[in-house]
C-alpha cells in the first residue's frame, strides 16, 4: 500500500522497548483528544482518547498523558511489538460537529 | 457488523475533469465524515453530514460538495480537479453527531494529472 509516512519525524526503537510519541495541540478550547494508528493503505484506527477532565489514561499497553497548561499530548506504548510499526496521529476536537483536527504523525518503526 | 466501504480504491483523473468517490457508513452509524490526507500529512475535515444535511465543513472550496442518502451512505464529488487535489480521500462514519467515536474505512487514492 502507499505511505503514508513521507518526511514523518521518525521513532526507531528495538522490540521490547517502551515508546513514548509526542504531540503539541493547538487549541486551547479543545476538549477531546485521541490517538490514531495508520497503517500503510488503511485509514487510521482508534487507539485511545482522553477528555481535557483528565490527565492520564490507560489502556491495554497504552497510555496518554495530557498536560493542558503547554498543550502537550503524549502516547506511552509498553513493550513496543513490530505490529506496532505504523504512523501516529493525534487529534484534537471540542471546536464543533465533533469533526477532529489532525496532527502532523509520528512514524514509529520498531525492529525485532 | 461491517466497517466503513470506500469506492474505488484509486483514482486517476485528468486536471479539470470531476470525481465521484463512495463511502457506505458502519451499520448503525449516521453521521459520516469526509477528510482528504495528503501524503505526509494529517487527514484535514473537509465536511460531515448528518441525515442527508450538511453538519459543517472545514476549508474547501464549493467545487468540493457531498450528500447523503437515506441509507446514511455518502458521495463526495470534486469538481474542476487541480494537481493539489491529489490525496487519500478518507471517509468515517459515527454513531451520531457530535459523537467522535469514528470507523474510518480505508479511503480512496486520487490521482490528478
Known amino acids: 500500500g502507499e505511505s503514508v509516512g513521507l518526511h514523518l519525524p521518525t521513532l526507531s526503537v528495538q522490540e521490547g522497548d517502551n515508546s513514548i510519541i509526542n504531540c503539541a495541540y493547538s487549541?486551547?478550547?479543545?476538549?477531546?483528544f485521541i490517538w490514531y494508528k495508520q497503517e500503510s493503505g488503511k485509514g487510521p484506527q482508534f487507539i485511545i482518547d482522553?477528555?481535557?477532565?483528565?490527565d492520564k489514561r490507560q489502556g491495554q499497553r497504552v497510555t496518554v498523558l495530557l498536560n493542558k497548561t503547554v498543550k502537550h499530548l503524549s502516547l506511552q506504548i509498553a513493550a513496543t511489538q513490530p505490529g506496532d510499526s505504523a504512523v501516529y496521529f493525534c487529534a484534537e476536537g471540542g471546536s464543533g460537529y465533533s469533526t477532529l483536527t489532525f496532527g502532523k504523525g509520528t512514524m514509529l518503526l520498531v525492529s525485532p | 457488523e461491517t466497517g466503513v466501504t470506500q469506492s474505488p480504491t484509486h483514482l486517476i483523473k485528468t486536471r479539470g475533469q470531476q470525481v465521484t468517490l463512495r463511502c457506505s457508513s458502519q451499520?448503525?452509524?449516521?453521521?459520516v465524515s469526509w477528510y482528504q490526507q495528503a501524503l505526509g500529512q494529517g487527514p484535514q475535515f473537509i465536511f460531515q453530514y448528518y441525515r442527508e444535511e450538511e453538519n459543517g465543513r472545514g476549508n474547501f472550496p464549493p467545487r468540493f460538495s457531498g450528500l447523503q442518502f437515506p441509507n446514511y451512505s455518502s458521495e463526495l464529488n470534486v469538481n474542476a480537479l487541480e494537481l493539489d487535489d491529489s490525496a487519500l480521500y478518507l471517509c468515517?462514519?459515527?454513531?451520531?453527531?457530535?459523537?467522535?467515536?469514528?470507523?474510518f474505512g480505508s479511503g480512496t487514492r486520487l490521482t490528478v494529472v
Open positions: 482522553i477528555r481535557s477532565n483528565m
Open positions: 468515517a462514519s459515527s454513531l451520531a453527531r457530535g459523537h467522535y467515536g469514528y470507523t
Open positions: 487549541n486551547s478550547a479543545s476538549d477531546y
Open positions: 451499520s448503525g452509524h449516521n453521521t
